[in-house]
Each structure stands twice: as C-alpha cells, then as structure tokens.
C-alpha cells in the first residue's frame, strides 16, 4: 500500500492569511505515460461529506474558489488556502488514486487563529 | 442533478448481517468507479473499495477484503456494501463515492453497532 502521510496534524492561520498543508506519499504516483500525479485533495466540514478540491496534484474542480491550489510532482505535494476565509475551517485529506488501495493521508485540521 | 443517494441509519447487533445501498443518478452509472470509504467516529477517511458497475470489477483494500463484499445492480444504478456478521468495530459512517478521484459523495449512512 502507499502510505500518505500530511503535515502538519493541525495548523492555525490569521483570516486572509496563507495556509499550506503538505502531503508526502511513501512512493511516486506520477504516472509518465500521460504525464499526471494521480493524487487529490479534499475538504471536509463537520457533519458533511468530503468535497474534492483538486485533482491531478493541481487541477481545480469545478466551482473550487482561485484561492485553493495544489502543486507537487512525485511524492511531494502542497494544498495552498490563500486569503483564509472562515468558511475555510475544514478538515482536509489527500489521496493517491495511482494504485489501489486509493490511501487517504491522516487529514490536517485547519482552524483560524 | 449528478447525484448519490445512500440508504438510511442504520442499529445494530453484533452478529447480524447488513447491506447498505447507493443510487446513482443523473450520470451513466455503468461508467464510473464507485468507492466505499468508512469513517469511524472522529477519525479520517480510509479506503475500503471500489467497484465498476459496468462489468462488477472490484477490488478491496487489504484491510477490508473479507470483511465486507461490495456489489452493484447496474439495471437499479444501485451500489452495495455488505456485511455477513457485524462487530461493534464496524460502528462508523460509510460513504460511496464516484470515481478514482471523487467528484460525487453521497450523504453518508452511519451503521452503529452495539449489544
């Protein structure tokens, strides 16, 4: 299995404040045959299911505000919160799609300072 | 409207069998992925399978194969997560999800489990 491991557990961020949440995957899920990162991002608001952010490491989902973003290649991946907005306050995972079992990382918790 | 709707809360005695259910609709059924992920109380989210309603193909996560069977009736555009004897442990809310990367959840179904 690969194992998805984020950084940190919990952070806390100023309203309008940049938030960054880093996610480590035990081996690469870049496929180069399409040149893609199989990896995802999502949020999570208390008592509601998850909602995708990003896929692919740094494609927007439809209707995601520009203030979301993800970078990354390989095994290294970031989720950026710019301009923190509190309805931002989530808990929020990545996931690797490369292979099966589809591993989820712990979740990291943001909250506002 | 591209949906998934699951079946009800769920209580339970250890022992006793369930199966859980998700509707699709709004999109071709037959065409998507759809994953199970279980969510114990306060916890993250793990990945417990998935299956493609077109041809049933499925496949688990170590962690679960054998202690659920997932299954789906492409003519219902229904998905299903069974259990044949449920443990307390099993107590969490279970979610289907479409695709590898998951653009559609349902609501959720908790399952809670106790004596």
């Known amino acids: 299995d690969i194992v998805m491991t984020q950084s940190p557990d919990s952070l806390a961020v100023s309203l309008g404040a940049r938030a960054t949440i880093n996610c480590k995957s035990s081996q690469s899920v870049f496929y180069s045959s399409n040149n893609k990162n199989y990896l995802g991002w999502y949020q999570q608001k208390p008592g509601q299911p998850p909602k995708l952010l990003i896929y692919w490491a740094s494609t927007r989902e439809s209707g995601v505000p520009d203030r979301f973003s993800g970078s990354g290649s390989g095994t290294d991946f970031t989720l950026t919160i710019n301009s923190l907005q509190a309805e931002d306050v989530a808990v929020y995972f990545c996931?690797?799609?490369?292979?099966?079992?589809?591993?989820f990382g712990q979740g990291t918790k943001l909250e506002i300072k | 409207e591209v949906q998934l709707v699951q079946s009800g809360a769920e209580v339970k005695k250890p022992g006793e069998s369930l199966k859980i259910s998700c509707k699709g609709s709004g999109y071709s059924f037959t065409t998507y992925w759809i994953a199970w992920v279980r969510q114990m109380p306060g916890k993250g989210l793990e990945w417990m399978g998935i299956?493609?309603?077109?041809?049933?193909?499925?496949r688990y996560s170590p962690s679960f194969q054998g202690q659920v069977t997932i299954s789906a009736d492409k003519a219902i555009s229904t998905a299903y997560l069974q259990w044949s004897s449920l443990k307390a442990s099993d107590t969490a809310i279970y979610y289907c999800?479409?695709?590898?990367?998951?653009?559609?959840w349902g609501q959720g179904t908790r399952v809670t489990v106790s004596s």
């Open positions: 996931q690797q799609f490369y292979s099966t079992p589809h591993t």
């Open positions: 299956i493609y309603p077109g041809d049933s193909d499925t």
């Open positions: 999800a479409r695709g590898n990367a998951s653009d559609i």
